[in-house]
């Protein structure tokens, strides 16, 4: 099927992206790198009268870090280049893992952090990442910016907190904590580009003294209409020295706050059990890492 007809606009800058925005209003949808979003206008329902394309717009494709700060990635910045970058293998193992995963070359050159985020498929694989590291996102508009943590953002199936007029401005994350570790994992039937069934990413800060847990962060994916934080599971291991019983008692309440659903790839119990393995998966790797 062919493209429905659209105006084609490339802004120069925040200034007139926002500008276009304010002006055509739900008509109008970005196009950063278009590897959902093409795909999607050529299926009824999505057929914008007007496409933003942002790649002109320098400072939402910037990758910055600072080591006392944290890293910062603009909206269109490309899933490639976020790879490329050192401090996001160094410091984001989790996040580097996430998006090593989304695709073939050509959707990695092309797709940007923003997209694959706004797209708010529940099948992501980067949100999960994001959120275990306290991801904080940044909108722009013509009324000035605004700021919120990405687990408000994504507000449900294909739903987020842009509004009319809004756009993906950054994506913030927190330096990670000098004795720490993170790592995600999933699950597909096939593997190659099929969509994961289930996902699982773990941050955790170490006290090496006796090897306890500080802070641990665990976000479950592809399990609900948006990544869930397993808040028990946390609860249950923070400032705790992991043994066999207590990730067991963990694991259990992982799968009890999951919300899959059944359908033709696996049932919601099998997901669930696939989800404890996940999860024992990613926080073994995130806690050796944080130990070591």
């Known amino acids: 099927m ?28 970005i196009l950063a790198g278009g590897t959902d979003l093409l795909v999607q206008m050529k ?22 870090f600072d080591d006392q700060d944290g890293l910062t990635v603009g909206a269109s910045a490309k899933l490639e280049n976020i790879l490329n970058t050192p401090a996001v293998a160094e410091r984001y193992h989790g996040l580097y893992q996430a998006i090593e995963t989304i695709g073939a070359r050509q959707i990695l050159t092309m797709g940007s952090m923003g997209g694959n985020i706004c797209n708010a498929s529940p099948a992501a694989d980067s949100p999960p990442a994001l959120m275990s590291f306290n991801a904080q996102v940044t909108i722009g508009s013509t009324q000035g910016d605004k700021e919120m943590a990405l687990e408000d953002f994504i507000r449900g199936n294909r739903k987020t907190a842009l509004g009319v007029g809004e756009y993906l401005k950054s994506i913030f994350l927190p330096a990670p904590a000098a004795k720490s570790g993170s790592a995600y994992h999933y699950f597909r039937v096939r593997g190659g580009m099929e969509i994961a069934m289930v996902a699982a990413a773990v941050y955790v800060e170490a006290d090496l003294a006796d090897k306890s847990l500080k802070d641990i962060k665990i976000v479950l994916g592809v399990v609900g209409p948006t990544p869930i934080r397993a808040l028990e599971a946390e609860d249950m291991l923070t400032g705790q020295t992991p043994d066999e019983d207590l990730l067991a008692k963990a694991l259990g309440s992982c799968a009890a706050v999951s919300k899959p659903i059944d359908d033709f790839r696996a049932s919601a119990e099998y997901r669930r059990e696939i989800l404890k393995v996940l999860v024992q998966r990613a926080f073994g790797e995130a806690y050796t890492i944080a130990t070591s």
């Not at 925040?14 to 949808?29: C, F, N, T, V």
């Not at 329902?45 to 910037?62: C, F, H, K, M, T």
């Open 2 to 29: 062919y493209l429905p007809r659209f105006q084609y606009l490339a802004p120069a800058g925040e200034a007139e992206l926002a500008s276009m925005l304010a002006e055509h209003g739900d008509k109008a949808r």
């Open 43 to 64: 299926a009824p329902g999505l057929w914008p009268d007007y496409l933003i394309d942002i790649r002109n717009v320098a400072e939402l494709s910037s990758i910055e």
